[in-house]
């Protein structure tokens, strides 16, 4: 039997899901590993590379199958007892990597950026080898972390977490990746409230204290909102790049403490911008990269903003007006760049997009601007991938790659990358 095939089929009772043995192969994008079946495609969920499993077929495609791992017969070295209870198959689908060790989860995550390279971006293994793809850990632990959950409420009233790929509600006790902060708060039941009249329950702990719970139904507030510390339910206080941001509960801020100033630092980094200069920064939310900017080009610089969430650019107004050389433009980055809202030439630009990636438009709308350097800050390796390849067939090159594991327990990465004009 060749790796990744399958060995036999266990038997199954009436309308019990199909179980087969598979011998694991390597990682892929998505939180699971290949396998085969008789040839086929198998992307297995809860496991490791090179483990022998009995697996449960849980979706059939045409083209492929989906299966969770629920008994391991020879185990990978780098396998673990999941921290959390609610963790595994058929149970919460937030976390995919707990039974990876948390040094094996960084690696998983770094071969799965070199393969998105080599098949997306179209990058050689001597170019992928050349970037030097790694995955650094953030300081505070695998464990502890997220400062923003959003809850699903069940029809009973009850707040908890989903099932992967189901919208099916798990009422667990706590999450273990949540910052203490939420797993004390008596948000979930049996030993705290119901919330009868919400869809979705948002907790927010945020880097300086404060502590704000929401729920919302149909897109509403409902019920009573509250808020623990010094600021107000409408507005959560985040510390970042030497200052402190006051923003509404939903605008966007990345959830792991140490990820603002570490990206923030990163795209300083990389871009080495001068005194003087210009940039763009494109899906600029709140403004924390504009701010950055703008302590090292100087009030004779001059940084745009681009932004379409309505909360995140009252935020970047807000906590920006003391730094006349940003202007704040609410618009989506396409028809912005088409439309010429915000003209070159530029210095610099950073590319800060949704998990979708920019796509090809914009891509090719930076790339013809007279820019010396690309800062791209992606949570999404494949849409990286994607985007990477149209700057190439622009003619620019990924300079640099950095990754930083701001979600341990998930399949999910961050990456910032450099890209420079001209293929030498």
């Not at 910052?179 to 030993?191: D, F, G, H, K, Y």
């Not at 900017?293 to 650019?313: D, H």
Request: include cysteine.
């Amino acid at each position: 039997m060749s790796t990744g095939e399958r060995s036999r089929v266990s038997s199954v009772g009436p309308g019990e899901a199909e179980r087969v043995e598979l011998t694991v192969g390597p990682v892929a994008h998505g939180g699971h590993c290949v396998a085969r079946l008789d040839g086929q495609v198998v992307f297995v969920r809860h496991a490791l590379p090179g483990e022998r499993v009995i697996a449960e077929i849980t979706e059939v495609r045409r083209d492929f199958l989906r299966a969770d791992a629920v008994t391991v017969l020879d185990a990978s070295p780098d396998r673990v007892v999941p921290p959390c209870p609610w963790a595994g198959p058929d149970r919460c689908g937030g976390c995919d990597l707990q039974h990876v060790a948390p040094a094996a989860q960084r690696h998983w995550k770094a071969e799965v950026v070199r393969e998105q390279l080599r098949r997306l971006a179209r990058l050689s293994p001597e170019e992928v080898t050349e970037l030097d793809v790694r995955v650094d850990e953030l300081p505070g632990g695998p464990l502890g972390w997220r400062s923003r959950v959003r809850y699903a409420v069940d029809a009973a009233g009850r707040a908890g977490l989903l099932k992967h790929r189901s919208h099916e509600v798990v009422p667990i006790d706590r999450c273990r990746i949540a910052r203490p902060a939420i797993q004390e708060l008596p948000v979930l039941a049996p030993s705290g409230r119901l919330w009868p009249d919400a869809d979705l329950v948002e907790v927010v702990a945020s880097s300086a204290g404060d502590v704000t719970v929401r729920g919302t139904g149909d897109g509403a507030p409902v019920g009573d909102g509250a808020a623990v510390g010094d600021g107000a339910a409408e507005r959560v206080r985040e510390v970042a790049v030497g200052r402190t941001w006051r923003l509404p509960p939903e605008a966007f801020w990345q959830v792991h403490p140490a990820a603002a100033e570490t990206l923030a630092t990163a795209v300083l980094d990389l871009l080495a911008p001068r005194a003087g200069e210009s940039a763009w920064d494109l899906y600029g939310g709140a403004g924390l990269f504009a701010a950055a900017l703008a302590g090292r080009v100087g009030p004779a610089g001059r940084i745009t903003l681009v932004e379409s969430a309505e909360p995140a650019v009252e935020a970047a107004r807000d906590n920006l007006r003391d730094l006349p050389q940003i202007e704040v433009v609410r618009a989506s980055v396409g028809p912005a760049l088409r439309r010429r809202r915000i003209v070159g030439p530029v210095d610099l630009v950073v590319l800060d997009p949704p998990r979708a990636g920019a796509g090809a438009d914009v891509v090719r709308a930076v790339a013809a601007a007279t820019t010396r350097a690309v800062a791209y800050v992606a949570c999404d390796p494949a849409a990286f991938s994607r985007d990477a390849r149209t700057f190439r067939e622009a003619g620019w090159r990924l300079a640099a790659l950095r990754g930083y594991d701001l979600f341990p327990m998930t399949q999910h990465v961050e990456l910032v990358a450099l890209l420079l004009p001209g293929e030498g």
